[in-house]
């Protein structure tokens, strides 16, 4: 008999998944990363437990066929999975659990606890956590474009990271995966859907485990039929370790094969659509103002010559009153025009495309046709800006149907490697590779065909964008004059907002430049005026004492003067200064001067600085920004 899937431990302390996760690969804080975003996300996630309601599909030890069951309390899924206080544990060899909600922006019918407890019986790897978040109620779609494939392979008896009280594990691989299609809202409309997808293989005990999320129950009634009486699913196929796990490949298919369906006929929708709202701009009249000519201005002479015409190949003769008028057997069909019962302007019709220009001769003229012949479709004549915004909107569409694929083939394509890889693996049981060796290689078969026609998609998508932007320009072209002009005002306002931008960008720079430059001119300017004043120190310290010694021709100073050199004054008279020491003399004159002079200099200098701190304290009194 199998065992339980976890241990009665484990699955009483379901509150607290994914830390209860027996053999995990996850470090801590990635943990407690992934329970703090579902706590967060919890509210739009889950319903009450009340309007809850889990689909099984079960294939019991023993079963000869497939048993549905709804579960709607967590009384009654513990009884049903077999977690205590259950009397009987349930085993099983192929499990199903269906989780589905009203709608596709509604919330699952599954409460917190009901998860917590089939996540913790399963021991579901915790990344599957991340693929619940674009499900559940919102009024936008949010985390639209998440899209991914993760892989636990457990080859191995122990595990790291394992918790204290686990017990020895078998040997199972763990995938999951979302991938997104196109399914009919109505019959006007289209909706990209999703559908995540976990899957669980143990390899000793050959028991399966599949949990799939989608909005509606396409998934479970496609899964109901491959395991009914007419399903390629036999139940005797899970009794061998090969089957089973041919029968997983099968089941993938199923997801896959979902992803891929649709999409031409979405695509054919859009095309559709997208030609009915643009076609009217290669036949819709073209308003051009005709410029009155008056007959008795023209003068035309008679042409024998045969060239080209935009609208006649035979010459024109002229009549004697000086009018025009075609040579009646010559003579073709006369234009058709279009009068705008607006603007009352006539202008010519192009011609039909059945008119090849060889009138017969007795044909007779046609008369132009009138303004009630020509029938426009009002749709067809408006071109206003709500047109270019649904042409706009259907472009938006048409670039997130060739991400969706994208995304859809890069999973299918690691889906693929995955089984690929584990058959060559050392620890993969070699009977089971060589017997699953052929469906695995069909199984790629079937992958690069899906990815093929998602490829031959994403390339009608490309020219379909394309065009879109084609006739988005010629819709633009053929607005009413008042909101082309509205448009044309727009772009100027548009190309002269960037060319300000691009100037202000060019001002900047360049004030930052000066900026550079007046700032490194006051640095050099502040040492120069630091030298100015050390000179201007050093000199007025020596000047007083230069004045005193020096002598010249033609200036002399009082220590070249004669009282210091003679004995006798000009009168024959004794000198009174010759007795003094000249160099005594010196100092005590040029000493007293010099000081004076700094003192002088000094406080001049203090008077400035004074009066330059009483200006700038003026000023900041004044409001001035100094």
Same mark, same amino acid.
């Given at each position: 008999?199998?065992?339980?899937?976890? $241990?009665?431990?484990?699955?009483?302390?379901?509150?607290?998944?994914?830390?209860?996760?027996?053999?995990?690969?996850?470090?801590?804080?990635?943990?407690?990363?992934?329970?703090?975003?579902?706590?967060?996300?919890?509210?739009?996630?889950?319903?009450?437990?009340?309007?809850?309601?889990?689909?099984?599909?079960?294939?019991?030890?023993?079963?000869?066929?497939?048993?549905? $069951?709804?579960?709607?309390?967590?009384?009654?899924?513990?009884?049903?999975?077999?977690?205590?206080?259950?009397? $009987?544990? /349930?085993?099983?060899?192929?499990?199903?659990?269906?989780?589905?909600?009203?709608?596709?922006?509604?919330?699952?019918?599954?409460?917190?606890?009901?998860?917590?407890?089939?996540? @913790?019986?399963?021991?579901?790897?915790?990344?599957?956590?991340?693929?619940?978040?674009?499900?559940?109620?919102?009024?936008?779609?949010?985390?639209?474009?998440? /899209?991914?494939?993760?892989?636990?392979?457990?080859?191995?008896?122990?595990?790291?990271?394992?918790?204290?009280?686990?017990?020895?594990?078998?040997?199972?691989?763990?995938?999951?995966?979302?991938? #997104?299609?196109?399914?009919?809202?109505?019959?006007? /409309?289209?909706?990209?859907?999703?559908?995540?997808?976990?899957?669980?293989?143990?390899?000793?005990?050959?028991?399966?485990?599949?949990?799939?999320?989608?909005?509606?129950?396409?998934?479970?009634?496609?899964?109901?039929?491959?395991? $009914?009486?007419?399903?390629?699913?036999?139940?005797?196929?899970?009794?061998?370790?090969?089957?089973?796990?041919?029968?997983?490949?099968? @089941?993938?298919?199923?997801?896959?094969?979902?992803?891929?369906?649709?999409?031409?006929?979405?695509?054919?929708?859009?095309?559709? @659509?997208?030609?009915?709202?643009?076609?009217?701009?290669?036949?819709?009249?073209?308003?051009?103002?005709?410029?009155?000519?008056?007959?008795?201005?023209?003068?035309?002479?008679?042409?024998?010559?045969?060239?080209?015409?935009?609208?006649?190949?035979?010459?024109?003769?002229?009549?004697?009153?000086?009018?025009?008028?075609?040579?009646?057997?010559?003579?073709?069909?006369?234009? +058709?025009?279009?009068?705008?019962? &607006?603007?009352?302007?006539?202008?010519?019709?192009?011609?039909?495309?059945?008119?090849? *220009?060889?009138? *017969?001769?007795?044909?007779?003229?046609?008369?132009?046709?009138?303004?009630?012949?020509? #029938?426009?479709?009002?749709?067809?004549?408006?071109?206003?800006?709500?047109?270019? +915004?649904?042409?706009?909107?259907?472009?938006?569409?048409?670039?997130?149907?060739?991400?969706?694929?994208?995304?859809?083939?890069?999973?299918?394509?690691?889906?693929?490697? !995955?089984?690929?890889?584990?058959?060559?693996?050392?620890?993969?049981?070699?009977?089971?590779? &060589?017997?699953?060796?052929?469906?695995?290689?069909?199984?790629?078969?079937?992958?690069?065909?899906?990815?093929?026609?998602?490829?031959?998609?994403?390339?009608?998508?490309?020219?379909?964008?394309?065009?879109?932007?084609?006739?988005?320009?010629?819709? #633009?072209?053929?607005?009413?004059?008042?909101?082309?002009?509205?448009?044309?005002?727009?772009?100027?306002?548009?190309?002269?907002?960037?060319?300000?931008?691009?100037?202000?960008?060019? =001002?900047?720079?360049?004030?930052?430049?000066?900026?550079?430059?007046?700032?490194?001119?006051?640095?050099?300017?502040?040492? &120069?005026?630091? =030298?100015? #004043?050390?000179?201007?120190?050093? @000199?007025?310290?020596?000047?007083?004492?230069?004045?005193?010694?020096?002598?010249?021709?033609?200036?002399?100073?009082?220590?070249?003067?004669?009282?210091?050199?003679?004995? !006798?004054?000009?009168?024959?008279?004794?000198?009174?200064?010759?007795?003094?020491?000249?160099?005594?003399? !010196?100092?005590?004159?040029?000493?007293?001067?010099?000081?004076?002079?700094?003192?002088?200099?000094? *406080?001049?200098?203090?008077?400035?600085? +004074?009066?330059?701190?009483?200006?700038?304290?003026?000023?900041?009194?004044?409001?001035?920004?100094?």
């Amino acid at each position: 008999m199998a065992q339980q899937t976890t $241990s009665p431990t484990l699955a009483n302390d379901a509150e607290n998944y994914p830390r209860n996760v027996a053999h995990r690969t996850i470090v801590p804080y990635a943990l407690d990363a992934i329970r703090h975003q579902l706590d967060t996300q919890a509210p739009r996630l889950f319903t009450d437990e009340a309007k809850a309601a889990l689909d099984f599909l079960d294939l019991g030890n023993g079963a000869q066929d497939f048993w549905p $069951s709804r579960i709607k309390n967590a009384e009654r899924l513990r009884e049903h999975l077999g977690v205590p206080p259950s009397p $009987s544990p /349930s085993n099983h060899r192929c499990r199903f659990l269906f989780v589905h909600a009203a709608h596709s922006r509604d919330k699952l019918n599954i409460s917190r606890e009901m998860l917590m407890l089939c996540f @913790t019986h399963f021991q579901v790897m915790p990344e599957f956590i991340d693929f619940f978040f674009p499900f559940g109620f919102q009024s936008y779609a949010q985390d639209f474009y998440f /899209s991914g494939f993760r892989q636990r392979t457990q080859l191995a008896e122990h595990w790291r990271n394992a918790t204290p009280n686990a017990r020895p594990v078998d040997k199972r691989l763990q995938i999951c995966y979302n991938l #997104k299609s196109v399914e009919p809202s109505d019959s006007h /409309s289209w909706s990209i859907r999703h559908c995540a997808v976990y899957h669980s293989f143990a390899i000793k005990e050959v028991r399966t485990s599949w949990i799939i999320v989608k909005g509606d129950e396409l998934m479970k009634r496609r899964i109901e039929s491959a395991t $009914s009486d007419r399903g390629p699913h036999e139940p005797s196929d899970f009794k061998s370790m090969s089957g089973a796990f041919k029968t997983s490949l099968e @089941t993938h298919l199923i997801f896959c094969d979902w992803s891929a369906e649709n999409w031409r006929w979405y695509i054919n929708f859009l095309e559709d @659509t997208f030609q009915s709202m643009t076609r009217g701009a290669f036949s819709a009249p073209v308003y051009v103002p005709l410029l009155p000519a008056a007959a008795d201005q023209l003068t035309l002479q008679p042409r024998t010559n045969t060239q080209f015409s935009m609208f006649s190949r035979t010459p024109t003769h002229m009549t004697e009153n000086g009018s025009l008028k075609l040579a009646m057997k010559h003579r073709l069909p006369a234009p +058709r025009t279009y009068e705008n019962p &607006e603007t009352g302007i006539s202008q010519p019709l192009p011609p039909d495309e059945d008119d090849d *220009g060889d009138d *017969g001769d007795n044909d007779e003229p046609e008369s132009p046709l009138k303004t009630s012949d020509v #029938k426009v479709e009002e749709e067809n004549r408006d071109f206003s800006f709500g047109k270019l +915004r649904k042409v706009h909107k259907f472009a938006e569409k048409a670039h997130e149907a060739v991400l969706v694929l994208k995304q859809n083939i890069l999973v299918l394509a690691q889906l693929k490697q !995955y089984y690929r890889s584990i058959s060559g693996r050392q620890d993969f049981p070699k009977d089971l590779a &060589e017997s699953c060796k052929d469906a695995i290689d069909d199984f790629e078969l079937r992958i690069d065909g899906l990815e093929n026609d998602m490829q031959t998609q994403i390339l009608r998508l490309e020219t379909l964008l394309r065009l879109l932007e084609d006739r988005k320009t010629l819709v #633009k072209q053929m607005m009413p004059p008042k909101q082309s002009a509205k448009l044309r005002k727009d772009q100027l306002r548009t190309i002269l907002d960037y060319q300000n931008t691009q100037a202000n960008k060019y =001002s900047t720079k360049s004030m930052f430049t000066m900026t550079e430059d007046m700032n490194d001119i006051a640095r050099k300017t502040k040492i &120069e005026t630091v =030298s100015m #004043k050390v000179i201007t120190l050093v @000199t007025l310290f020596f000047l007083p004492g230069t004045f005193i010694s020096v002598g010249h021709a033609f200036l002399s100073t009082l220590m070249s003067t004669d009282i210091f050199q003679s004995d !006798y004054t000009g009168r024959q008279e004794p000198n009174p200064y010759a007795h003094l020491n000249p160099i005594q003399i !010196y100092f005590a004159l040029s000493l007293p001067l010099t000081v004076v002079t700094l003192v002088f200099w000094a *406080g001049f200098h203090f008077w400035e600085m +004074r009066h330059e701190k009483q200006k700038k304290r003026h000023h900041k009194a004044a409001g001035w920004q100094v």
